[in-house]
């Protein structure tokens, strides 16, 4: 039986914190709250740190950039994998669910076959793996070609968490043609006579996109994968994607369609960067009025893993939200929301995954970190 006590801790329950309090981890569950006789374990002395669990970032598009750093530059999967995971763990993630866009109307990585790969090299680097990496495919509506790799990769238990997109100029995230055209001729250099094909075939492949969705959320139900929704744009759309089954209503645009995703009981979802940058990158509702206005459920990375630490132990101070809801945001809700039930909270019997934060001046670092019990990072900081 093998323990581990980890000592003078700052512990946030889900409830309160609490000064001072020691931890007792044993065969990677979490087995005791400031216990007696434990003669055997190991003891590791956290000196007042913060002590959290381990986080869960339920949508994450870093691999993407892991992989493809610059448009039709792509390193091997196994070592973007790899350093992926090293990311998020030095970031204090435990739990990520790397957000794969299957849109074969665009390039890159986002081509079916190649997402699919990616999806599959997830899948064999979790033996390896520093956390817990899972798979969140994107499936953009308007793409008939990509329902039989999703239904082959949720069947092989190589999809976790499934969502629907739809980037039609006029939905969600693009409000008109000009916007949409600019987000692709950003991201893939391409010219206009490309952005025009795109463009068409996008538009003509929206017929049949609705039985589309109904396919793939039967299945997702079946092998019991979460179902998510991605920039909700209206209480009609919100009604609609929980007909199909979704439970997570991802970045919703606005403050009506936030309060109705909420009001139907989808968990909502906003970028923990949005906190830090204080604005939407996109100009919609902000993450920050979500939180002060009581609709966000849970943070993710987004594209900056790193940014859902600061974000979270700066939102007491910018909101009327207590730390431990705060730290809920990224811990608790999101393991709800994708049926995670092992994780999530210091509590006794849950999953041993934590993290140790030391403040660096005003700057939150994950100093140690546990995932299953198991030390995975310990960093040093200030050498003076």
């Not at 759309?237 to 199909?244: D, G, I, M, W, Y």
Request: hydrophobic residues 45%.
């Amino acid at each position: 039986m093998k323990q581990t006590l980890l000592t003078h801790a700052r512990v946030v329950f889900p409830a309160e914190v609490v000064e001072d309090i020691a931890v007792l981890i044993e065969d990677g569950r979490i087995a005791a709250i400031d216990p007696n006789g434990t003669k055997d374990a190991k003891i590791i002395d956290l000196s007042g740190r913060i002590l959290i669990p381990g986080m869960i970032d339920l949508h994450c598009d870093a691999l993407e950039k892991e992989i493809e750093p610059r448009p039709n530059v792509h390193f091997p999967l196994d070592f973007a994998c790899a350093q992926s995971d090293k990311r998020n763990a030095v970031a204090g993630i435990t739990t990520v669910f790397h957000a794969l866009s299957f849109a074969n109307h665009e390039l890159g990585v986002r081509n079916n076959a190649f997402a699919a790969e990616i999806a599959r090299a997830v899948h064999a680097w979790r033996l390896h793996a520093l956390i817990d990496n899972r798979v969140h495919v994107r499936y953009e509506v308007t793409d008939e070609t990509a329902p039989p790799v999703l239904r082959d990769l949720i069947e092989k238990g190589d999809a976790h968490l499934i969502s629907f997109m739809d980037h039609s100029p006029g939905q969600g995230q693009f409000r008109d043609v000009e916007a949409y055209r600019e987000y692709l001729a950003r991201t893939y250099k391409t010219d206009a006579d490309a952005l025009d094909t795109i463009l068409t075939r996008k538009l003509e492949a929206a017929q049949g996109a609705m039985e589309r969705m109904k396919s793939l959320a039967e299945q997702a139900r079946i092998h019991n994968v979460s179902i998510a929704s991605h920039d909700d744009d209206s209480p009609d759309k919100v009604a609609t994607v929980r007909a199909l089954g979704a439970v997570i209503s991802e970045f919703p645009i606005n403050l009506e369609t936030a309060r109705a995703a909420r009001e139907n009981g989808l968990a909502t979802l906003f970028g923990a960067p949005n906190i830090l940058r204080g604005k939407s990158q996109s100009g919609n509702m902000r993450a920050l009025d979500a939180v002060s206005n009581g609709v966000a459920d849970c943070l993710c990375g987004d594209y900056s893993p790193a940014a859902l630490l600061p974000s979270i132990m700066r939102l007491p101070s910018l909101t009327d939200i207590s730390l431990c809801q705060a730290v809920a945001m990224v811990t608790v809700n999101p393991a709800r929301a994708a049926g995670l039930s092992d994780r999530g909270e210091i509590t006794i019997g849950k999953r041993a995954d934590l993290v140790a934060v030391k403040m660096l001046g005003s700057l939150p670092q994950a100093e140690k970190v546990w995932v299953g019990g198991e030390l995975v990072l310990s960093a040093s900081f200030d050498h003076v």
